[in-house]
């Protein structure tokens, strides 16, 4: 069965600095699908950044970007110049290409701190 | 603005006792989802709609259904919920399917609680 694991169930980090959160998966296809999603307290979820597994450059959305790791199948967000509405429950998804089912990591929740 | 909107946001039912919760976009998209959300882990698809094409994942149980009368509503029904079936439900919807560019958009979620 396909995995997302996200190791760091809670982090904090101070406003302006950057921090990065980790993503495992696990499959042994070729073609996929990676995404960050963020959840606000609540609030709908929304899509941060997306990648390929076909392309090789790393994602990047304005401060947020990702370090993708194909061969070890790691896929890193690091947001950058972090701000207080970055404060949410960030999760990584995986998406077999074709399909529709998105499979989310158990979630990391991010404090921004002043 | 477009978007999913879930009611209600807050759902009390008790243990057996059927429940439907509704949700509807404004996005005109042809894909619904339903995800289930238990506390402090992650969302896991039930099912999804493909116009009026339903698509049931294996492991959801039976006791959940769901109906797709038009392209802007879509409902999950619970025959006979049990304590488990505590949870956030979301629906979502995507543009069309099988892409990483059909984006997912999520509407607030429905906190369902079982007594």
């Known amino acids: 069965a396909q995995t997302v694991t996200q190791s760091q169930p809670e982090m904090s980090v101070q406003e302006a600095e950057t921090v990065t959160l980790s993503c495992t998966y696990d499959?042994?296809?070729?073609?996929?699908?990676l995404f960050w999603y963020k959840q606000p307290p609540s609030r709908q979820m929304i899509l941060v950044i997306r990648q390929e597994a076909y392309k090789q450059q790393n994602a990047t959305e304005n401060r947020f970007s990702v370090n993708f790791q194909k061969a070890a199948k790691s896929f890193s967000l690091k947001i950058s110049d972090s701000q207080l509405g970055d404060t949410a429950m960030y999760f990584c998804a995986f998406m077999y290409y074709n399909t529709d089912k998105l499979i989310f990591g158990t979630g990391t929740r991010l404090q921004v701190f002043p | 603005d477009a978007m999913v909107i879930q009611n209600p946001r807050y759902q009390v039912t008790q243990f057996g006792k059927p429940v439907t919760l509704s949700c509807s976009q404004t996005?005109?998209?042809?894909?619904m989802y339903w995800y289930q959300q238990k506390s402090s882990q992650a969302p896991k698809l039930l099912f999804h709609y493909y116009d009026k094409d339903f698509n049931n994942e294996a492991d959801t149980p039976d006791n959940f259904q769901s109906r797709r009368p038009n392209t802007s509503f879509c409902f999950l029904d619970i025959r006979s919920p049990g304590l488990g079936d505590a949870a956030m439900y979301l629906c979502a919807t995507s543009r069309d399917r099988a892409s990483s560019y059909n984006e997912q958009f999520f509407g607030p979620g429905t906190r369902l609680t079982v007594l």
């Open positions: 499959t042994s296809e070729n073609n996929y699908y």
């Open positions: 996005l005109n998209h042809n894909v």
